[in-house]
């Protein structure tokens, strides 16, 4: 049930990374130890800050509101005047890529490949190109 309680928390894939490096092994009989929740809920911490600072980059560049490099250059290539934005769209857009940060983080699948949140923007864009 802790490794479950964790996957809720940090994911599959971190749960069952902290769960080997604990040694956690199902053991109905046998109580969790303070100091075994204490260092999973640290890892997982840790783990969530650092895959954080991985994609920090990546967001950055493709970020609507700082006009990011890469957003610009996705803007433009689909034929979206970045500059006609308003403030609000940008921030929508930023919002939206935002959420899919977070569940692909929450899914075990961070740092996110540049090439799949290109996509990402690519479909929010598209429909400013109507």
Do not use: C, Y
Not at 26 to 55: C, F, K, Q, Y
Not at 82 to 88: A, D, G, I, K, V
Not at 113 to 121: G, H, I, Q
């Amino acid at each position: 049930m802790f490794v479950h309680a964790l996957e809720a928390a940090f994911g599959e894939s971190m749960a069952q990374a902290i769960a080997r490096e604990l040694a956690l092994q199902p053991a109905p009989e046998r109580p969790i130890l303070a100091s075994d929740v204490h260092r999973a809920v640290e890892l997982g911490e840790t783990s969530r800050h650092a895959l954080a600072g991985v994609d920090f980059g990546t967001r950055l560049r493709l970020g609507a509101v700082v006009d990011g490099p890469e957003f610009h250059r996705i803007a433009q290539d689909l034929g979206v005047n970045s500059s006609r934005l308003t403030p609000q769209v940008r921030q929508a857009i930023d919002a939206r890529m935002g959420d899919r940060f977070e569940q692909a983080r929450l899914a075990g699948q961070s740092p996110v490949p540049v090439a799949k949140a290109e996509k990402w923007l690519r479909i929010d864009l598209l429909p400013l190109t109507m």
